[in-house]
């Protein structure tokens, strides 16, 4: 049984680039989430979405970031023209549901976004 | 959803239990008390869940007092690898983001 997959698990962007992270949920698991870790803070919630719906993305950056999760494939992060603050560590999680209790949300090992 | 006081750090010699606790003073009936760890620069591993009633699984218990204003999550016999930042959530059905609120947590180091 897979866990949450996300790649790469590294990622260098150069100031202007785009970053693409991806997210494959667990077998079974609909919903995702993706959250964002700055260098030594607590994680932030960023955006939720089922099968080719966006449900919450209250957490999202106004510009710049933006995400999908297709019918088919992964979920994908994507961060147009990336700067320095963008460096973090960005984390996708999944569940089989979106209402507790059955609530509990997997992680991914996350993907380090470097910005140079 | 009802905020969450964590002490920032604790210790805990390996072997003994590890007892973590948090303040959810605000908590409303309708509110379950989650635990997630997150060993360095891991994805955050969840550990137990409860609404009222104390609960036991393979990797701890988790008890919550009679008016539900906290809890503690017991590691029953500490190793050097749960060393981690333990996080307290409290999360209902009433906010339809579904998101967890990561606050501070406390840092747990369990030393030899």
């Known amino acids: 049984n897979a866990g949450v997959m996300q790649n790469p698990r590294h990622l260098v962007r150069r100031r202007g680039q785009e970053a693409r992270l991806r997210c494959s949920p667990m077998?079974?698991?609909?919903?995702v989430y993706w959250y964002r870790q700055l260098p030594e803070e607590g994680l932030k919630f960023m955006v939720y979405?089922?099968?080719?719906?966006?449900?919450?993305e209250s957490g999202m950056p106004k510009e710049r970031f933006s995400a999908e999760f297709p019918k088919e494939g992964p979920s994908i992060l994507r961060i147009q023209q990336v700067v320095r603050g963008d460096s973090a560590a960005y984390f996708c999680?999944?569940?089989?549901?979106?209402?507790?209790?059955?609530?509990?949300?997997?992680f991914g090992p996350g993907t380090r976004l470097t910005v140079t | 959803d009802a905020k969450t006081t964590q002490p920032p750090s604790m210790d805990c010699a390996e072997g003994r239990a590890a007892n973590l606790p948090c303040n959810h003073s605000?908590?409303?009936?309708?509110?379950?008390v989650y635990w997630y760890r997150q060993i360095h620069s891991q994805g955050p591993q969840y550990i137990i869940h409860?609404?009222?009633n104390n609960e036991t699984n393979e990797m701890a218990s988790l008890i919550i007092t009679e008016d539900r204003k906290s809890s503690t999550l017991i590691l029953p016999h500490a190793t050097l690898r749960d060393t981690a930042v333990y996080y307290c959530?409290?999360?209902?059905?009433?906010?339809?983001?579904?998101?967890?609120?990561f606050g501070g947590g406390t840092r747990l180091m369990v030393k030899p």
């Open positions: 999680a999944s569940s089989p549901s979106g209402r507790v209790p059955t609530y509990e949300q997997y």
């Open positions: 077998k079974g698991h609909s919903h």
């Open positions: 979405l089922q099968k080719e719906n966006i449900i919450d």
């Open positions: 605000t908590i409303s009936g309708n509110e379950y």
């Open positions: 409860g609404l009222k």
């Open positions: 959530i409290v999360r209902g059905n009433n906010n339809a983001g579904n998101m967890l609120t």
